[in-house]
C-alpha cells in the first residue's frame, strides 16, 4: 500500500472516543493501541518457546500478523475507499518507526511486513472474524515455526481469542465512525444544496421586482467549497469563526 494519501490529513476529521479528531490524531490514537496489541502477542509467544525463536523473524511475522487484523477490521468497515485509504495510510506513517529492528533500516524492513501482512490478509474469512483469527494465528505460528502440536494449545487458544476480539471491537467502533462521517456528509450536501436554492430564489426575486416585464436570468452557479469536504459541521463553524 502506499504511504500517499489523497486527502490531506488537515482536511480529514472523524468520530473517535466520542469526539471529533483530526486524521493525524486517530492515526496516533489507533496506532498506539496496535502498538500495545503486537507486545502482548510477541511476549505470549515468546514466555511459551523462548530459546526456539529467532527475535528477528518473530518480530516481522508479528508485525504482520497484527498489521493483517487491522487491514481486516478496515475491510469490514463501512468507509468509502477514500477514507479508508487515508485512514491506513495515515496508520503506517506512525507505525512504521516501530517495526524498525536492530541495525535494520525502515526502507528494508517494512516493506517485508506489509508483504506477509498481504499474505495474511488473503486467507481470512470476510464472513468470520472468528474463522479468520483462527486462521491467521494458525499460520502465524507456523511462520515464527512452532510445533504443529502448538496448533491445539492454550497459547494458540490464547491468540486465537485475543485476535478475534480485537477485529470484532475495531470492526464496530471503524463502523460507527464510518456512519458518523457518511451523516455529516449527507448533511453538508443537503445543507449546500438549501444555500445554493436560497441564492437561486433571491436573484429571481430581485429581478423580478427590477425588471418585471423581463426573462428571468440565469440561475446562480454552485458555490464552491469543496475546502470544506469532509468536515462535521462543527469543525466548518469554527474554520468561519476563526477566519473573520
Not at 487515508?86 to 541495525?103: D, F, I, M, N, V
Not at 487458544?157 to 475495531?170: C, E, Q, V
Not at 469536504?229 to 462543527?234: D, K, N, T
Request: aromatic content about 8%; charged content about 25%; glycine content about 2%.
Amino acid at each position: 500500500m502506499s504511504s500517499q494519501h489523497p486527502l490531506r490529513s488537515g482536511a480529514f476529521v472523524v468520530r473517535w472516543n466520542r469526539r471529533w479528531i483530526s486524521g493525524d490524531q486517530f492515526a496516533r490514537d489507533y496506532a498506539a493501541s496496535v502498538m500495545a496489541f503486537t507486545s502482548d502477542v510477541a511476549h505470549a509467544v515468546t514466555r511459551v518457546h523462548r530459546a526456539k525463536q529467532h527475535p528477528e523473524l518473530r518480530d516481522l511475522q508479528t508485525h504482520a500478523v497484527v498489521w493483517a487484523s487491522v487491514l481486516v477490521a478496515f475491510e469490514a468497515a463501512s468507509f468509502c475507499d477514500q477514507d479508508r485509504e487515508t485512514l491506513l495510510a495515515l496508520l503506517l506513517e506512525e507505525l512504521r518507526p516501530s517495526w524498525k529492528h536492530g541495525e535494520l533500516a525502515d526502507t528494508e524492513y517494512a516493506p517485508t511486513i506489509l508483504a506477509r501482512a498481504e499474505a495474511y490478509f488473503a486467507t481470512r474469512d470476510r464472513k468470520s472474524p472468528s474463522k479468520t483469527a483462527e486462521r491467521i494465528v494458525g499460520w502465524y505460528l507456523r511462520a515464527i515455526a512452532m510445533p504443529e502440536l502448538i496448533g491445539n494449545s492454550a497459547l494458540a487458544r490464547h491468540l486465537r481469542a485475543n485476535f478475534s476480539h480485537r477485529m470484532l471491537r475495531d470492526i464496530f467502533r471503524l463502523s460507527a465512525a464510518s456512519r458518523f462521517r457518511t451523516a455529516v456528509a449527507s448533511l453538508m450536501e443537503r445543507q449546500r444544496a438549501a444555500r445554493i436554492a436560497d441564492v437561486d430564489s433571491c436573484a429571481l426575486s430581485n429581478w423580478d421586482e427590477r425588471h418585471p416585464d423581463s426573462s428571468a436570468p440565469e440561475p446562480v452557479k454552485a458555490l464552491e467549497d469543496s475546502h470544506c469536504e469532509g468536515h462535521p459541521i462543527e469543525a466548518i463553524a469554527g474554520a468561519a469563526t476563526s477566519s473573520r
